[in-house]
């Protein structure tokens, strides 16, 4: 065995149901509002819920919830025990970075990604929501080969005519690996459009999430973005995820 992190992890994750990673092979098409709200209305319907982000060079998360890295408690008890946050358990590498730049090449990453993984008691969990960073790269081939047949991907894409080829890419990478997709979320779409993509690579298509202008208003206060089009959006999409609809 080359790393005995690896045979930590899964023990880390037995108590943890369902493992929702969220990837886009392009940046900047919301990954980070999603997969935070996915968590918050997840958490909302009564179902335990963690936050886990994995995006180590930008990690963002911590900005939609509104939590300050500098306050951010490292509860230390066999590992880490993630902070409870708007009720949901939450896991960022700002509570050892807070706010410090960390540019990492791929070795530290997996490094990284293994420490975390096998440091963190998650307990038990229904759903795990991971943030991604966009592209795959070693932080996505980490979780596709060591989180297990609990895994299954949210890819998120915008109706770009330039996201179309990206998204069948990711698409077949996932598929010939016989990883599980949930399905795929269209963002800053005011009508579905990328259904009948969906279809074609025989992937559930979960829902359109319209562009709000004044959304980076709200960014931050969860009072303020439970009353966005946005969270509605997630919350029917978390339905149709969590296999309530
Ligand atoms: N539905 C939406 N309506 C309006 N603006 C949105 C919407 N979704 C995301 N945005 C905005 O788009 C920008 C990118 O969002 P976000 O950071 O969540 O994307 P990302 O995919 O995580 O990016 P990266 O690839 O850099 O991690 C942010 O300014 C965000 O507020
Ligand atoms: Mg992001």
Redesign the pocket.
């Known amino acids: 065995m080359s790393d005995p992190r690896l045979l930590v992890i899964p023990k880390r994750l037995a108590g943890v149901k369902k493992i929702y990673p969220i990837m886009?092979s392009k940046?900047?098409?919301?990954?980070?509002?999603?997969s935070t709200l996915l968590a918050l209305t997840s958490s909302s319907l009564g179902c335990k819920t963690g936050l886990l982000d994995l995006?180590f060079t930008?990690p963002?998360t911590h900005i939609v919830l509104g939590v300050n890295p500098w306050e951010q408690e490292i509860i230390e008890e066999k590992g880490i025990i993630p902070q409870l946050v708007h009720g949901i358990k939450y896991l960022s590498i700002t509570i050892f970075t807070r706010e410090n730049p960390t540019p990492m090449r791929g070795e530290a990453v997996v490094n990284a990604f293994r420490e975390l993984l096998a440091i963190t008691q998650w307990g038990e969990l229904d759903s795990l929501f991971i943030d991604t960073?966009?592209g795959i790269s070693d932080e996505h081939l980490e979780l596709l080969t060591y989180l297990g047949d609990k895994l299954e991907v949210v890819i998120?894409a915008t109706p770009s005519p330039l996201a179309i080829k990206s998204v069948e890419r990711l698409a077949e990478i996932l598929l010939e690996g016989n990883y599980k997709i949930a399905g795929l979320v269209e963002?800053?779409s005011d009508k579905p459009k990328l259904q009948k993509l969906a279809e074609n690579l025989r992937i559930d298509y979960l829902g359109n999430?319209?562009?709000?202008?004044d959304?980076?208003e709200k960014?931050g206060n969860i009072e303020l973005l439970r009353k966005t089009p946005?969270w509605e959006k997630v919350l029917e999409i978390v339905n149709r995820l969590l296999g309530n609809k």
């Open positions: 886009s940046g900047g098409v919301g990954k980070t509002i999603i995006d930008n963002s960073p966009p998120v963002n800053m999430i319209p562009y709000v202008k959304i980076d960014i946005i």
